[in-house]
């Protein structure tokens, strides 16, 4: 059964199964800001962070983005990819704009497979764009750590998710 948020306190049903903590995190492909396709999900050998957002041209979304830029970096033997609907071009500028270096920041316009974790906003007026998730993938594909931010206008917990993903590399 499809999940719900909310944006500013209104229900809004999304598209794709409900994943939990121990499945197999879903293999999908992205596309870069460089218009290079990256499979995400699965096993590959190092831990990995796959962020929703609706778009990178929204206050929180920016947010965001750069706090991860920031918090993640360093950390050896982890692939982060913040993940919208926004077109590859206006992600290469958003990541000029700011610095964003730490991360990769990719688009889902190509093959719409963040669907297949449950993301997708089904209806109303973000219908189409993805809701703000954070899943933190171990080595070996299964899903650690899902946290669906039950408001999209609301930023995640970011101490959640690093100390995740610490727990995961030590």
Known sequence: M??????KGNPVALSGPALSVGDRAPE??????????KAIGGAKGVVQVIITVPSLD??????????FNEMLAGLKGVDVTVVSMDLPFAEKRFCESFNIGNVTVASDFRYRDMEKYGVLISEGALKGILARAVFVVDKEGKIAYIQLVPEITQEPNYDEVIQKVKSLLS
């Open 2 to 7: 499809a999940q719900t948020v909310t944006l």
């Open 28 to 37: 999908a492909v992205v596309v870069t800001k460089d218009l290079q396709e």
């Open 58 to 67: 929204t206050p929180v979304c920016e947010t965001e983005t750069k706090k």
